[in-house]
Structures are given as structure tokens and as C-alpha cells.
């Protein structure tokens, strides 16, 4: 490319990549600038600290609690909500009429904002006027009813339950799109060749739609990680940390505490854990993809 | 290609039980699958209709009856609403949508011209620059951003968001428009070339013209980021002047626990926008999630 064309070519990246540069990426070399500091906001001295932050992160009750729940979260959203994202997309499009309105009325908790969702699952579990326990009351079974969000024992898995159902549908839409383009003829040979729906699905649908799958893996491993407004609205990770998300925990050290430094470790973690996983899952859907070439 | 692949409505697969198959599988599939889809439906639904419910009863209604119809009708809980700060925050909202994303749509189309339609090496890189922002997560930008936006003395206004959601915008936005930018047919460009044109004119005149599409996609997919953002607002923002929608509702949780379908009518007047976008472009805003996720395959 000549000299005049390459002017030109970073003349019109120039204000993207001015804004993104400044947003994101100083923003993401600063937290790890920071993570070495002890730091209590603008107007007082940084100082650094070398490792101690990691070092203290490592022995700190909290910040494990928040990881082993975040890996919860994780495990649900991987192996629970993409598999009911992919139900709810065979509904869709196994439905013989208007598909366009199932879609649209599975996919309603996606479009609510989040602070909606969390408000609303509020009332869900609300001991009093909840839904959950008006249910269970009305069939009989009062001796179930509890505070949901109120006990350490379940509060946890309610707050996944609300996540649950506020993002399966947004991996639903994809799979849509997905298996709509699946070529049709592919499931006519197999029905001539005697397979049944199930089968279908285990040896043709699934098998195609491997690239999708670990896209959304990433996806939904990524949306785990930084997971943050539902629970710091439904229970700000209480009761005691029960429900304490890294993301949630990294939010009280610094602008509650006002341990920036700290806070940026925490934050560096996050980090780092998703760019490990999804270089790992990258890697085996590539590794996959190359043995299937290399059979033929 | 994947705009191509998930715009054409959905036709493509035959359902498993057809008539002209052999025995075995029964009618019944096809009930079962109603029922079930009528479950998974009532399960997505119900929150919903309990908000929508809600927010048309009075507070005595709901108290009675939390979970019934309302005994009579009342907007009483919506015109409410604009006496409070409702109103104030709904249209903090809508400036703060309305800069972002047309911010959005400029810059990444600027950004996507030449890394669809420049030959050089350099664009790739580019481009997973720009992609691996979508991995990064926000809470790792907060802290220096939050430092950032004070020392530029943006802190409590509206305008410190502009940034952040833009940038976090970018990569989405500029891999859609740069994939579509690349179909253009090259017949498009020619006579534009033999007119001598430079890319500032190809790209007003060509290009944008026939990418209204996709840029209607992005537009769309960042509206509905934006509406719905909560922590770069909770953190850059402090006096409830300022607010947007979602922690206007968050601070009203907070004022108006009594008052619960007072509460649901905001909920519901916070969530009519991106369902009407929706509902007007739903095949935009499928492609453009499905966008980020089909790529490459």
C-alpha cells in the first residue's frame, strides 16, 4: 500500500480508535498499573506496593467465597442456561406457526433492563407477597415457603434462577439464527434414512451447530465473570457474602472502601480468568476443528 | 454472511414428524411440544404480566390481590410518575441514548470502511484489537475510567458516560458494519472509481447509502445497551438530577418500597422502549446479537 493510502486508512480509524483507546484499553493497562498500588482515590498519595495486594487477595475469606460463587455461576450459565437457550430455540423453530411471536415471547426478559429484572425477581421471592410462596401456599405446600434472598442457604441459587431467566433467551435468538440456517436437506436424508427426532438432533443438529456452542460458551463464560448489576440490586452479595460475586466484591473495595489499589487486583483477577478461559476454550474448538480436517 | 443467513425468515427445517413418514412416531409429539412450549412461555412470561398487572392497580388492589386481575383499571400509577422525577430520567435517558449511539454509528463507520475495504496487512490485527474489547469485562475499566472522568472535572454529568459507552460499543459495531461493507458488489464501486472519486466520497455516497441495514442493526443493538446500562451511571453519576432510567428506578426502589405498583408502572414505562424497538426492527435486532456470535462460521 502506498504511503498516501496508508495516511488515509489510519485517518479514518483515527477517531474509533482515539476513543477506544482512552475508554478501554488505558483503562485496562491502568487497572494493572494499579493493582501494584495502594490507593485512596484522587487527591491522596499512591502508594506502591509491589505484590502485596495479590498476596493479601490470596489469603482474604471474602474474595474466595466471591470466586467460588462466580464459578457457580458460571458452571449454571455454561451447563444449565445455554442448554435452555437451545430448548427454547427448537421450540421456536419446530413451532409450524408463528415462530416470530414465540420468539418474541421468550425473549422479553432479555429486552428488560436489568434493574427491572432484579426489582421484579425481588417481588418473585418477596416472603410476604412473593410469587414463589402465593404458589406454593395456593397448592398447599406453605411448609416450602421461605425467604428466598433472606437465607444463606438458598440465596445464592435464586439469584442464578433470576440470571438464568433474564439470559437464556439472548442465547435462544442466536440459536435461532443458527438453526434456521441449517440446510434442510442434511435432516431429509436422514429422515430417509429412518432417523427420529432425536436422533436428529444428537447426530446432525448438535454436531453442526458445534461452532455456535463454544461461541456462546465464550459468551456466556465472559457474561458470568462480569456479572454484576442483578445481584448488587437484589442483595448487594449478602446475606453474609453469600451471594458475593467477584465483580460485586471488587465494586465494595473500591467505592465503598476506597481501596482503589485493592480493587484493582480483584479487578485484574476478573481479568485474567477470562482471558484464560477463552483462550482455552478458543484452542479446543480450533484443536477440535483440525483433528475433524485432518480425518476428512 | 451472517446478516444474509439470519435475515431470510425462518423456513429452513421441516419438523421432525412429517405425515408421509413410517409409523412409529405417533401424533402425540406435537402435543407435547405445545404444551411444553406453553410452559416455557408462562415461566418467561409471568414476571412480566405480574409488573404489567401491578402497575395497573390501586395500592389497596394490590395489597388484597397481589397476584389476581385488577378489580378496576387505574393509570393513576403512571401519571404519578411524572410528578415524582420520572420524567427527569426518562429524558436523561434519551440524551444520553441519542449521543451514544449516533456517537457510535459515526465513529464505527469510519473504522469499518478501511479495514473492509483497504488491502492491507494491518487489518487484521485491527479488527482483533477491536474484538477482544468485547471479551474485556467492564469492572476492569472502572476504576481508571472513574479517576479519568474526575480529573477531566466531567464527574455528575451526563457527558462523562459518552465515552465509556461508546467505546464499549465500538467492537460490535464496527465488526457488523465491516463484515457488510465487505458483500458491497465491486460493481458499486467502479463507476464511482472511474469517476475519479476519492473514499471520502465512495464512502458517503456508496457505501453508506446502500449499509442502511446494517447501521439501523447497530444503532439498535446499541440503543438497547445503552437504555438498560446500570454501573458506569452508578459510579460517574451522583446527583439524582442526572440519573438515568435504570438507577432512577434503583433510587425509586429505594423511596417508594410502599408504593409497589407506583413502582411497577415505572418498571413498565422503563421497559415500553426497548420492546417497541423491538417490535418495530426484530429482524435488525436478532441479526445484530446473532452478529457477534455466528461470526466466521
Do not use: C
Not at chain 1, 440456517?181 to 446432525?204: M, N, R, S, T
Not at chain 1, 456479572?227 to 460475586?245: K, Q, R, W
Not at chain 2, 474484538?131 to 476492569?140: C, F, S
Amino acid at each position: 500500500m502506498i504511503r498516501s493510502e496508508r495516511l488515509k486508512w489510519a485517518a479514518f480509524l483515527a477517531p474509533a480508535l482515539a476513543v477506544y483507546a482512552v475508554f478501554l484499553i488505558y483503562p485496562v493497562v491502568q487497572s494493572g498499573v494499579l493493582s501494584f498500588s495502594s490507593w485512596a482515590g484522587p487527591g491522596r498519595p499512591s502508594i506502591p506496593v509491589g505484590l502485596d495486594n495479590y498476596r493479601e487477595l490470596f489469603g482474604d475469606p471474602i474474595f474466595w467465597r466471591a470466586l467460588r460463587n462466580t464459578v457457580v455461576l458460571l458452571v449454571v450459565s455454561v451447563f444449565v442456561q445455554l442448554p435452555i437457550g437451545l430448548g427454547l430455540a427448537l421450540i421456536v423453530t419446530s413451532a409450524r406457526r408463528a415462530r416470530r411471536l414465540w420468539r418474541g415471547v421468550f425473549f422479553i426478559p432479555t429486552l428488560m433492563s436489568t434493574v427491572a429484572v432484579a426489582i421484579l425477581w425481588r417481588f418473585v421471592y418477596s416472603p410476604d407477597y412473593g410469587i414463589i410462596n402465593g404458589f406454593l401456599r395456593g397448592v398447599g405446600l406453605e411448609d416450602l415457603a421461605q425467604g428466598w434472598l433472606g437465607q444463606t442457604s438458598t440465596a445464592l441459587f435464586a439469584v442464578i434462577g433470576a440470571n438464568v431467566w433474564q439470559w437464556a433467551p439472548f442465547y435462544m435468538i442466536i440459536y435461532v439464527a443458527a438453526l434456521v440456517g441449517l440446510d434442510p436437506e442434511v435432516y431429509e436424508a436422514a429422515a430417509l434414512d429412518g432417523a427420529d427426532g432425536w436422533q436428529k438432533f444428537w447426530h446432525i443438529t448438535l454436531p453442526l451447530l458445534r461452532p455456535v456452542l463454544f461461541t456462546t460458551a465464550i459468551l456466556s463464560l465472559a457474561g458470568s465473570i462480569k456479572a454484576f448489576d442483578l445481584v448488587y440490586i437484589m442483595t448487594d452479595g449478602g446475606p453474609s457474602n453469600s451471594t458475593e460475586l467477584l465483580a460485586t466484591y471488587m465494586f465494595r473495595q473500591g467505592f465503598t472502601n476506597y481501596r482503589l489499589g485493592y480493587a484493582s487486583t480483584i479487578a485484574m483477577v476478573m481479568f485474567l480468568i477470562t482471558f484464560v478461559l477463552t483462550v482455552v476454550v478458543l484452542l479446543r474448538s480450533n484443536r477440535r476443528e483440525a483433528v475433524e480436517k485432518a480425518r476428512g | 454472511m451472517t446478516s444474509a443467513v439470519v435475515d431470510r425468515t425462518p423456513t429452513g427445517r421441516q419438523p421432525a414428524n412429517r405425515d408421509d413418514r413410517p409409523l412409529r412416531v405417533s401424533r402425540w409429539p406435537r402435543a407435547a411440544r405445545l404444551v411444553i412450549a406453553s410452559i416455557a412461555a408462562v415461566l418467561s412470561l409471568f414476571p412480566f404480566v405480574f409488573m404489567l398487572l401491578g402497575s395497573l392497580k390501586t395500592r389497596g388492589d394490590f395489597l388484597d390481590h397481589p397476584f389476581g386481575l385488577p378489580r378496576e383499571i387505574t393509570l393513576a400509577n403512571f401519571t404519578g410518575l411524572f410528578s415524582a422525577d420520572f420524567g427527569r430520567y426518562f429524558l436523561n435517558s434519551i440524551v444520553i441514548a441519542a449521543v451514544t449511539v449516533t456517537g457510535t454509528v459515526v465513529l464505527a463507520i469510519l473504522a469499518a470502511y478501511p479495514l473492509s475495504r483497504f488491502r492491507t496487512r494491518l487489518n487484521t490485527p485491527m479488527m482483533l484489537l477491536f474484538l477482544a474489547g468485547i471479551m474485556v469485562p467492564v469492572h476492569v475499566t472502572l476504576i481508571p475510567i472513574y479517576v479519568l472522568t474526575q480529573q477531566l472535572t466531567m464527574y455528575d454529568s451526563i457527558a462523562a458516560l459518552f465515552g465509556p459507552f461508546i467505546a464499549f460499543n465500538l467492537p460490535i459495531a464496527v465488526f457488523v458494519l465491516a463484515s457488510f461493507f465487505r458483500q458491497i458488489p465491486e460493481a458499486l464501486f467502479d463507476a464511482a472509481k472511474i469517476d475519479g472519486a476519492g473514499h471520502w466520497r465512495i464512502l458517503r455516497n456508496v457505501v453508506v447509502p446502500v449499509a442502511g441495514p446494517a447501521i439501523s442493526t447497530v444503532a439498535i443493538i446499541t440503543f438497547i445497551f445503552v437504555w438498560n446500562e446500570f454501573v458506569f451511571a452508578l459510579v460517574l453519576l451522583s446527583s439524582q438530577a442526572n440519573y438515568p432510567l435504570p438507577l432512577g428506578l434503583n433510587a425509586f426502589y429505594g423511596q417508594f418500597s410502599v408504593n409497589i405498583p407506583g413502582m411497577m408502572a415505572a418498571l413498565t414505562l422503563a421497559t415500553i422502549p426497548s420492546i417497541l424497538f423491538y417490535l418495530v426492527a426484530q429482524e435488525r435486532v436478532v441479526s445484530g446479537l446473532a452478529a457477534g456470535a455466528l461470526r466466521g462460521e
